[in-house]
């Protein structure tokens, strides 16, 4: 049985992240124009993606935790192939964002992390305490790394630490990572116990988004383009 508490606080992430990208499309066409503030343009998305990154790793560790009595090839392969199909959509992100818009290709944006950080989290889906502590210490060394000279020197690491090019998403391994594995800990410490519970007419709406929010995020920008190019905001 699905947790509607977890639905609803992935409902509420999308929907942020929605606007912010919306609002990123406005400016980035000229549509609207922007006095560079930081905590909108810097601090929220950020917040935004650590969010949906940590439910990522909460799901989950409640998915291991619902099948963990199988056989553990079979569980094992079953999000191994999750980690894949989320990676493999975000390389069709990157095909069309090459195409479209090549000097801002998405190269490794937050469906190639999340799709990774699956793969790699797989094996430590087994761990508790141990995705904490080795959670911390990914986001702390990201932080660091963030603010090192050294991350501007190593571009063709650029999946793994953090680097500085022109693009419309990204989302480095370090610090990202951390975030799944501290949600793979918080399923399994306290999501784990909880009870499904009624909720109101927009908490079920949200919710209801919150389950489907990766096809959201595929088709919310398309969408919006599409209204903007037929209304004449935007050109082809």
Do not use: C
């Not at 991350?151 to 500085?164: G, H, T």
């Amino acid at each position: 049985m699905r947790l509607i508490q977890l639905d609803t606080l992935r409902g509420f992430s999308i929907i942020l992240m929605v606007v912010f990208n919306w609002s990123f499309a406005f400016y980035f066409l000229g549509i609207i124009h922007s006095d560079n503030n930081l905590l909108y343009w810097w601090l929220f998305p950020r917040a935004i993606g650590a969010s949906f990154i940590t439910i990522a790793g909460i799901s989950l560790a409640l998915s291991y935790e619902k099948v963990k009595q199988k056989n553990k090839s079979d569980v094992y392969k079953k999000f191994l192939w999750r980690g894949e199909r989320i990676f493999t959509l975000g390389l069709a992100i990157t095909a069309v964002t090459f195409f479209a818009y090549p000097s801002y290709t998405v190269w490794f944006g937050i469906l190639h992390l999340i799709g990774l950080s699956i793969v790699i989290s797989t094996f430590m889906l087994k761990y508790n305490k141990l995705n904490l502590i080795t959670g911390l210490a990914i986001i702390t060394l990201g932080i660091v790394l963030d603010r090192s000279l050294f991350a501007f020197q190593l571009n063709y690491l650029s999946w793994l630490i953090p680097s500085y090019f022109q693009t419309f998403d990204y989302f480095p391994l370090l610090p990202w990572l951390g975030f799944m594995l501290v949600g793979i800990w918080a399923g399994k410490t306290f999501f784990v116990k909880m009870k499904p519970i009624e909720n109101k007419p927009l908490d079920k709406t949200v919710a209801f988004l919150g389950r489907h929010s990766l096809i959201i995020y595929i088709v919310h920008q398309p969408l919006l383009l599409l209204v903007l190019y037929l209304s004449g905001f935007a050109m082809l």
